[in-house]
């Protein structure tokens, strides 16, 4: 089984920073692409940043120029470094993977989420 465990969230003031991370662990042959998703109270979940396995990252227009995705490939550790932060940025944040894990029957293809981190930015 493969899980992902994201760690980093908690209360900031508007301004300030948080560092999200989130680990993938069990049976991976290798993971493609890794991202960070929001969902604010009331709102659908959206795209925050994704990071490809090459190290190409895509950010939402919100985010672009304050938030920095990164990703250590020997961990299977993808970061959201996440600075300037504003009240609208409060949210629920999701860890998701794209993966192949290695199966008895062969090699399958998974997509992963991790349980949430909450965000809060509050004066």
């Known amino acids: 089984q493969v899980q992902l465990v994201e760690s980093g969230g908690g209360l900031v003031q508007p301004g300030g920073s948080l560092r999200l991370s989130c680990a993938a662990s069990?049976?991976?042959?290798?993971?493609?692409?890794m991202g960070w998703y929001r969902q604010a109270p009331g709102k659908e979940r959206e795209l925050a940043a994704s990071?490809?396995?090459?190290?190409?990252?895509n950010y939402a227009d919100s985010v672009k120029g304050r938030f920095t995705i990164s990703r250590d490939n020997a961990k299977n550790t993808v970061y959201l470094q996440m600075n300037s932060l504003k009240p609208e940025d409060t949210a629920v944040y999701y860890c998701?993977?794209?993966?192949?894990?290695?199966?008895?029957?062969?090699?399958?293809?998974?997509?992963?989420w991790g349980q949430g981190t909450l965000v809060t930015v509050s004066s």
């Open positions: 990071i490809s396995s090459g190290g190409t990252a």
């Open positions: 998701n993977a794209d993966l192949i894990t290695i199966a008895t029957s062969g090699y399958r293809y998974l997509e992963v």
């Open positions: 069990g049976s991976i042959f290798s993971i493609n692409t």
